[in-house]
């Protein structure tokens, strides 16, 4: 979720409101994409206890909206498929009565890392020429890209490599692709932040990325990886990494969002020191549930109710998206801790970016994908992993909060009727 863009202006201030608590929240104005947008920072003098409840106050209409992430990258078109030209292998010899076969192999942007190779074996007619069928072959290869990708439910894979997957979309560049598209570095100054967001939109799917957080005194920053869609609907799954002190241990904050409305927060520490070398976090997203990894250990999961009681993030298309910001008045301890600039820039690094998932333009298409995705569920250990690590390491969950829900926890908090 990026927060101040280049350019801000800090000296407009606008309420907030957390809880029955009443502050003044910072309103910075920057430049995205052309168009004035504003980004909100909270004023930390109200208590600690849920630093991370707000609203967001909407200058446009008067009204607040729910705030723990914001969205100001604006939708790219995804690129276009381009299945590769046929090859023409005419006959060694013009002599030879009959003519050799022509291999075509296409290559289909199902999984870039594992180009998809078919054989077809042409029998050209007697007053047709090998030229003529070559010329035949893009177009016959355009009509099989499409069928195949229909029985796969429009179904792609991103290889890892940034300058094919992402887009860096603000920063004035402090976000630098490195290691021939291998490693991803995003940085924070007192001016901005950066953030990308991936060049495809998902349906579904496994996203898997490898962060080393800003080491050190990272006090007041907030380091992302989250798919979200577009709109005051829209969907979001964050994974957000609010820096802290120096020696004391990063909040790893999970949230999810379904049609705009979000405040499931659940929030742990880490059996690791994340700044001393990478380590990978995932999001695995299917019609039945959502689920967080860490290392490939679950630490949450987010189930769909059969009964439609609770809105669940199934027919919007999301991009990943991954930033390094400011929000020093509310990440570290309430915001009793602040930013110390003279550490400047905070740099958080990314690499190993994976995505698998459904790639079609509309939802019916994704619901039938057959990729591996659409029915992974936790097993017997998989649920046992995860009730161990909630039991170790989450220091806040939503669903326990009695000063949040007096009338009892959300309904997605009880057993999910299936």
């Known amino acids: 979720m990026p927060g101040?863009?280049?350019?801000?202006d800090r000296s407009r201030q606008e309420p907030c409101v957390r809880g029955s608590v009443r502050l003044p929240r910072r309103v910075n104005v920057g430049v995205v994409d052309g168009r004035r947008k504003p980004s909100y920072r909270m004023d930390g003098a109200a208590s600690s206890r849920h630093p991370w409840v707000a609203r967001r106050y909407d200058p446009s209409t008067d009204r607040s909206s729910s705030l723990v992430q914001s969205n100001h990258i604006s939708a790219r078109p995804e690129a276009s498929i381009r299945p590769a030209r046929a090859i023409n292998t005419a006959a060694r010899s013009p002599l030879r009565r009959r003519r050799r076969r022509i291999?075509?192999?296409i290559v289909l942007p199902i999984d870039r890392s594992q180009p998809v190779l078919l054989r077809d074996e042409l029998k050209p007619e007697v007053n047709r020429s090998i030229d003529r069928s070559s010329e035949r072959a893009p177009m016959k290869a355009l009509i099989l890209a499409a069928v195949l990708l229909l029985q796969h439910g429009g179904a792609a894979s991103a290889g890892g490599n940034f300058y094919q997957d992402v887009d860096i979309t603000w920063g004035d560049g402090r976000?630098?692709?490195l290691d021939n598209g291998q490693l991803l570095t995003l940085s924070m100054d007192r001016s901005s932040g950066s953030g990308f967001q991936s060049k495809a939109q998902y349906l579904y799917g496994r996203?898997?990325?490898q962060l080393k957080l800003v080491p050190g005194d990272s006090a007041g920053t907030v380091a992302t990886f989250y798919l979200s869609s577009q709109g005051s609907q829209h969907d979001e799954i964050d994974f957000e990494f609010l820096g802290n002190a120096s020696g004391e241990p990063y909040t790893v904050h999970t949230n999810v969002y379904s049609q705009g409305k979000g405040g499931r927060e659940q929030q742990f520490r880490m059996w690791f020191d994340p700044t001393a070398a990478f380590h990978a976090y995932s999001v695995l997203w299917n019609p039945a549930h959502v689920v967080f990894?860490?290392?490939?250990?679950p630490i949450r999961e987010f189930r769909r109710r059969g009964d439609g009681t609770v809105p669940f993030p199934t027919s919007q298309p999301m991009r990943v998206y991954a930033s390094v910001w400011d929000a020093e008045e509310w990440a570290t301890q309430g915001g009793r801790v602040r930013t110390d600039w003279s550490k400047a820039p905070f740099v958080a690094s990314y690499r190993g970016?994976?995505?698998?998932g459904c790639t079609a333009p509309d939802a019916a298409a994704c619901a039938r994908s057959n990729?591996?995705?659409m029915s992974q569920e936790l097993d017997s250990a998989g649920q046992e992993q995860l009730r161990r690590a909630q039991a170790s390491y989450m220091i806040y969950n939503y669903c326990t909060d009695k000063y949040r829900f007096p009338q009892g926890p959300p309904p997605e908090c009880s057993s999910p009727a299936k």
Not at 293 to 297: A, E, L
């Open 4 to 8: 101040r863009k280049p350019g801000a």
């Open 103 to 105: 291999a075509r192999t």
């Open 175 to 177: 976000g630098k692709i």
């Open 207 to 209: 996203f898997d990325m």
């Open 293 to 297: 990894y860490v290392d490939g250990v």
């Open 353 to 356: 970016y994976a995505a698998a």
């Open 371 to 373: 990729g591996a995705w």
